[in-house]
């Protein structure tokens, strides 16, 4: 068999370690574990899994668009976030187009373009955040997307309000702007974009968020898209239908009503927040600050080295070469005694 060109180019995705008895802390999952209301939900439903989900996902449209104030058309719920990257590449991007993005940040959107023959094009970061003034340059007429990470995974950064208005009104109006928001729940800068009130005047706009880390339901795959009701119904078109399963649909619909835990997860992580950077500070290493559930230190030696010894201290987390940083990890933020444990670990392995 011969496999199609694009193909070739597609490196495997490398996903946060699991190691029975390890902590993770290696995939930005929520340390509290799933909302009490989803786990409730899911086993409410389990009777009724030998019938196939309402293939609209209708229900969770609505509650999702009553939470944003926006209609159901406004909304494309998906197996995850992938799968909503793998359909606006697929709605929009022909073999040969370009895609562009960050150099330093999430590798599915890479993922995505490539699958459908895109060509990637890919501006470095500046200190760290997201150079929308770089990526804008990047877009020509062979572009069809531009794919931006706010918090940026895995830097924990973010740009502001203004620069994602700069940046759309530089955008031609035929090029899909994508921004990944799968942890802007975290974000606590007053500046942090409201992206959703530009909407409106830019149809080419797709925000992009996530059950799998606020609402803690990760296994069970439930992202979504928020546009326009034409980007939605193209994105539906290029749907696998029944991609967003029952349990998952239910789930999410009842996590969303949780404000207890949410409230509570959002606490946990301010904490955390706190104690780690004070944690960094006290061992002298550089790290960026973050709006996000997790951190990206510069650990000054090798990453997989580093990533062994905190594993030998029972926990992991994410060596960031795979995402060009030789030299630094990223770590979730977990609860206290997980921060602990890992801190204990790190001071460890910087020791040795
Ligand atoms: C975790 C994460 C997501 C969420 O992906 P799902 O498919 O919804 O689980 C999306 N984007 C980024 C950058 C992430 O880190």
Redesign the pocket.
């Known amino acids: 068999m011969r496999i199609r060109e694009t193909l070739k180019n597609i490196p495997p995705y490398v996903p946060g370690k699991l190691v029975p008895g390890a902590i993770k802390l290696a995939s ?1 999952e929520n340390p509290l574990g799933p909302s009490p209301l989803a786990m409730q939900r899911l086993a409410e439903i389990s009777g009724q899994v030998h019938l196939y989900p309402d293939n609209g996902c209708l229900l969770l449209r609505e509650a999702l668009a009553q939470k944003h104030g926006l209609e159901p058309e406004n909304i494309v719920a998906g197996n ?4 909503i990257m793998c359909l606006a590449a697929a709605a929009y991007v022909n073999p040969g187009d370009i895609v562009v993005t960050a150099e330093t940040t ?1 590798s ?1 959107y890479a993922f995505a373009a490539q699958l459908f023959g895109g060509r990637m094009r890919r501006a470095p970061l500046r200190d760290g955040v997201f150079d929308l003034d770089a990526l804008a340059r990047l877009v020509d007429g062979k572009t069809r997307l531009v794919f931006l ?1 706010n918090p940026n ?1 895995p830097t924990g950064t973010y740009f502001p309000h203004t620069a994602l208005a700069d940046f759309l009104a530089k955008i031609p109006p035929e090029v899909l702007v994508v921004c ?1 928001e ?2 802007a729940d975290y974000a606590e800068a007053q500046d942090f974009p409201s992206s959703l009130s530009f909407l409106s005047a830019f149809p080419n706009l797709l925000i ?1 968020r ?4 606020l609402y803690g339901l ?1 296994g069970l ?3 979504y898209g928020i546009c326009s009701p034409e980007v939605a119904s193209h994105l539906r078109t290029a749907k696998v239908s029944f991609s967003v399963n029952l349990p998952g649909l239910a789930a999410a619909q009842a996590a969303l009503e949780d404000t207890e835990f949410v409230k509570k997860s959002l606490a946990v992580n301010r904490e955390g927040k706190k104690e780690l950077s004070a944690e960094f500070e006290r061992l002298g290493l550089s790290y960026y600050p973050t709006q996000a559930n997790f951190f990206c230190v510069n650990v000054k030696r090798s990453c997989h080295e580093v990533f062994q010894k905190i594993l030998e201290g029972g926990v992991t987390i994410r060596p960031l070469a795979s995402f060009g940083l030789e030299e630094s990890i990223r770590v979730t933020i977990g609860s206290q005694e997980q921060n602990r444990k890992f801190i204990a670990a790190l001071e460890k392995a910087l020791a040795e």
């Open positions: 930005n995850g976030s992938d799968e999430f599915n990470c995974n990944d799968a942890y992009m996530t059950f799998s880390k990760a795959r439930v992202g």
